[in-house]
């Protein structure tokens, strides 16, 4: 994963423009190629609150100082820019130039990220070291960018169709608007690349998984105003992944509610994880603003490793390749894989028997992972299978993941000690 | 309002007679003059389970020692006398006069302050200091005070009426039968009296407001029994105001069931104050006793700076002018307002557009009042008007008191961005 | 109480044979003869998803070592053979006699309680310091056993009949299989023969009490095959006593719920007992798993003193006639009469009259038990009368037993300032 995340890195993205859409195909190769569906959505066109913005060219930026040093490249690092930009072709003092520079006092050696996409402006974003340095003078400013009203603005998806008969979808979403950072945001974008290539391995998926790559914020209000209606129906969870990469925390964002599938799922599967951090949606950053909205009302979580803003590269030249690690973003995919595995597994089962069975004639009578001392697991499942519980709410009784009893419920089912509630008409 | 208090102070209240009426007269005169509406109701009444008490008339009261030295002289203290006792003239040794002396050995140099409404009898109050020193000798007692079957017990109201076309009503309730003491009571009715100034003032007023005074327990009996219908139809909080005028604490009492209106907005209004203090039903001690009794079960706490029996000077001639203050007074008044301001703010709001609102086009995109780094209040505001959550719940997510939301929501209201979910017939 | 588990204690019990129907006469003799009825049930016979199984009868069983000396001798302590074994009369060397003993390495000077139900086989236990002493040579084995299949096994109730017109059932459970073992389990019978003694003493009962002794497990499911329906109708809590003869803690275990009345009169009954502890239904081990499995659901918690397993004497010959005492006994029966009590004065009571009532007038004004400077607990009780509280909810707010309430309630309802909210067709 870290490999993927190298090639993408040097690649100036915006919300639109051609830095996205060959950001998609390269996400689209590494799956295996010919798998991402990629559409497109002309700019100007109405999007609930919304309008589609214009696309976005940029070939090439910098400033040349009074004594013909060229600083702010975009072409080593297109951060220099300020993120959709207009075209500028000039000259000017130093107190004008100031106006259209972005700096940090409080960490001088980091390019900010800085955006503008809903006001039309030029800018420049710069180490607040060099910065300072700056002298008086008459300075050259040249960007090379163009916005094309009559342009498009790009996302894709992917459906991986469950091998049951379902309608019922899970929801991976992520976004890919960001320019040259690594956590944020190229770490999600890979690890839900990856999980999509485990998923499509599978032999077996009781959901539907749809995955969804967009532009931040004005992405997933075109990919709802498209879909809501389909959405509201079949999505039982969703996750928005973002800063999946680094090595340190795991954090939940929860739905406004806290009770979703989604909100129980995540919290079950995260919580026993090494520095584990539960924000409420007063914590949100991400794309879960718009899938929880009240109107459109999903149930969408946020996943992350270290929670936006709560790392100070965040939104800087700082967040680079050193900040994330093929362990981070192993431990990322790991946490969604299990995420996964203890939703598929969920369910509601109820006993068959009355009284507990008789395990010794069936040759069950084993302890099943033995646990300080308690009654052993298997009969502690059956005990709680009352047709209420479902298999997350036995797990987290039991202390135990959700997937872990996989081959106990499917030892019950083969000796028909429990069914699943779905289908079951039953005695009581 | 400590004037005014101060005022109030020499005269002799008991639950009826002349000292009640002249004091309802001074209060209706500091709001104006004929703004409160005085009633009475004929000793003998029956009212619920009890009967209007007789009138009492009380003029004058002393002991003359044996070496004729006249103590326990009511026109120095009125608690000197037993509330409502019997009139008496007639001489006894120092053993008898014993059987109708009260004091407090803990706090020898303390006036109790004693009552007998319901069993005819006569008696002084006296510091404990003093009472060790009688001797023995022949006592000249004499108490010049009657009870008058076919008089009246006195109680005012005052409906401050809405701005808009409602019948909901928000109760005040406070009390004034006790005689020369400050805080328990004089606090209640003065704050009560500024409280309703202040409504009068203000241009809109989404509830009507009831104030009532009268004297505590068969007051409120009497007042219930008049009017019980109506007000188990319109009340929708109300509030008993009892020892609320000195500096020292913020106290909730609850109400049975503590998830009433009444209970939500005076935790959410008094939670952070400083030394506040939350208390159960069981700790009850005023008219929420009958306003909540279960036949009754009006939405009604009681709100205290210190409460009754968690201070000393309790029930004493200690309660005085100097254990309260007009900071104490304003205090309680402030707290009494926001409480007012937070019910007057809240509604059930629903956002009117899917997905987050572009603010920037209509010029909102500005930070409300940011707090700890996280999203903006106005998002946030949106992020939980999802037609359940009132205002309450939300400023309460947001660690704010709910009034400062006040000028968001008109904003939002402009904009037509959300939309009260009472006329709301939406989409959803 | 002590005397008769003396009694008792030297008899070899299992879950079918004559020292069952032996000790069963002893309980019924100590309650004072043909009060209990013993039932019997062909050994083969199918119960839910069990086979009963087939009649113990053992005489003797010892072992003779190489050189002559007699040990594991049953006649000395019975627990020298494996419950439940097989009949043998051999000779064999130390190694194939090894595969057939069982001893506790950490408890050198114990002799374990072994049994082997559903799987036959002969052995013996025997103290580990004993095992490791043994030397090389030919043992002789003999056990006097035999399996029955024509055989039965036996249980025992007894319904003691409310004084009311009602269905409504307590169940009381217990087991008796066990053999020279005191707190697990010779507590649990002697103690519900003492508990069966007191209720069938007392005046007025308003449930009626059924009272059961059963082999732990193939006893409790024979019970629920022949009475499911009746029980899931008319039990409304039931108790499992266990291991409630020792001084050391008072236990509780959980129904799945823990929500059932059983679990809220226990919790209520014992929370306050020096050294209480709470347990979940994942630490169940005796016939509340039978009880309160999911298609059978009864609401039945267990009970014990030091809960089975919290003790290391439990199952070996140490927990013996010195490990409880008549005032662990006392102290168990005290709990469950409690319970009884607290059940007993249970009801859901409502206010008759408006607004407090007027205590004086009917005497009642006196101070019931005040605690802690609160309100009176009679105008406490009245004031949580509202028709939805029920007595166990009002005492534990007044954190006193609700037996307690019993005076206070007769009196309330002597001057009919109650109903109970049954027969309540009122004015709300």
């Known amino acids: 994963m870290y490999e993927l995340v190298c090639e993408l890195f040097p690649i100036c993205r915006s919300i639109t423009g051609a830095g996205f859409r060959q950001s998609l195909k390269i996400l689209d190769e590494a799956m295996g190629g010919g798998i991402l569906k990629i559409h497109s959505i002309a700019s100007g066109s109405k999007v609930f609150d919304w309008e589609v913005p214009a696309e976005w060219e940029i070939n090439n930026a910098y400033i040349i100082t009074p004594n013909g040093e060229k600083i702010c490249d975009f072409k080593q690092n297109n951060l220099h820019v300020l993120n959709y930009s207009t075209g500028i072709d000039t000259e000017l003092d130093l107190a004008s130039l100031q106006e259209h520079l972005y700096s940090i006092e409080e960490m001088p050696d980091a390019i900010p990220y800085v955006t503008s996409y809903y006001k039309r402006r030029w800018g420049f974003c710069i180490k607040h070291e060099d910065r300072v340095k700056l002298k008086e003078g008459k300075y050259k400013v040249f960007i090379d960018a163009k916005h094309y009203e009559n342009g498009v603005l790009n996302y894709a998806d992917l459906l991986i169709p469950s091998t049951?008969?379902?309608?019922?979808?899970?929801?991976?979403?992520?976004?890919?608007?960001?320019?040259?950072?690594?956590?944020?945001?190229?770490?999600?974008?890979?690890?839900?690349?990856?999980?999509?290539?485990?998923?499509?391995?599978?032999?077996?998926?009781?959901?539907?998984?749809?995955?969804?790559?967009?532009?931040?914020?004005?992405?997933?209000?075109?990919?709802?105003?498209?879909?809501?209606?389909?959405?509201?129906?079949?999505?039982?969870?969703?996750?928005?992944?973002?800063?999946?990469?680094?090595?340190?925390?795991?954090?939940?964002?929860?739905?406004?509610?806290?009770?979703?599938?989604?909100?129980?799922?995540?919290?079950?599967?995260?919580?026993?994880?090494?520095?584990?951090?539960?924000?409420?949606?007063?914590?949100?950053?991400?794309?879960?603003?718009?899938?929880?909205?009240?109107?459109?009302?999903?149930?969408?979580?946020?996943?992350?490793?270290?929670?936006?803003?709560?790392?100070?590269?965040?939104?800087?030249?700082?967040?680079?390749?050193?900040?994330?690690?093929?362990?981070?973003?192993?431990?990322?995919?790991?946490?969604?894989?299990?995420?996964?595995?203890?939703?598929?597994?969920?369910?509601?089962?109820?006993?068959?028997?009355?009284?507990?069975?008789?395990?010794?004639?069936?040759?069950?009578?084993?302890?099943?992972?033995?646990?300080?001392?308690?009654?052993?697991?298997?009969?502690?499942?059956?005990?709680?299978?009352?047709?209420?519980?479902?298999?997350?709410?036995?797990?987290?009784?039991?202390?135990?993941?959700?997937y872990e009893l996989k081959d106990l419920i499917e030892k019950l089912k083969f000796h028909k000690l429990i069914q699943s509630k779905n289908i079951y008409k039953g005695i009581q």
């Open 164 to 402: 049951q008969e379902t309608k019922d979808e899970i929801l991976i979403s992520t976004y890919l608007c960001h320019p040259s950072m690594a956590n944020n945001e190229l770490s999600g974008p890979v690890v839900a690349t990856f999980l999509a290539k485990w998923l499509l391995e599978l032999k077996e998926r009781k959901y539907n998984y749809r995955f969804v790559f967009v532009p931040e914020t004005i992405g997933s209000i075109v990919y709802l105003s498209k879909h809501l209606k389909y959405l509201q129906k079949h999505i039982k969870a969703g996750f928005v992944l973002s800063c999946i990469g680094d090595d340190n925390a795991y954090s939940l964002i929860h739905t406004p509610s806290e009770n979703t599938l989604a909100d129980k799922v995540a919290l079950h599967t995260l919580k026993d994880k090494n520095n584990f951090k539960e924000f409420s949606f007063l914590d949100r950053g991400s794309d879960e603003r718009q899938y929880c909205s009240p109107l459109v009302n999903l149930p969408v979580v946020c996943v992350c490793r270290t929670r936006f803003g709560d790392y100070k590269e965040y939104h800087t030249s700082k967040d680079d390749l050193n900040f994330i690690s093929e362990e981070g973003l192993q431990g990322g995919l790991k946490a969604m894989q299990e995420i996964i595995m203890n939703l598929e597994v969920n369910e509601i089962y109820q006993n068959t028997v009355f009284c507990e069975p008789n395990l010794g004639k069936r040759d069950l009578y084993i302890d099943h992972c033995k646990r300080e001392g308690r009654v052993e697991n298997i009969l502690s499942f059956l005990a709680y299978c009352d047709g209420k519980n479902d298999v997350l709410d036995i797990a987290s009784k039991l202390s135990i993941q959700a």
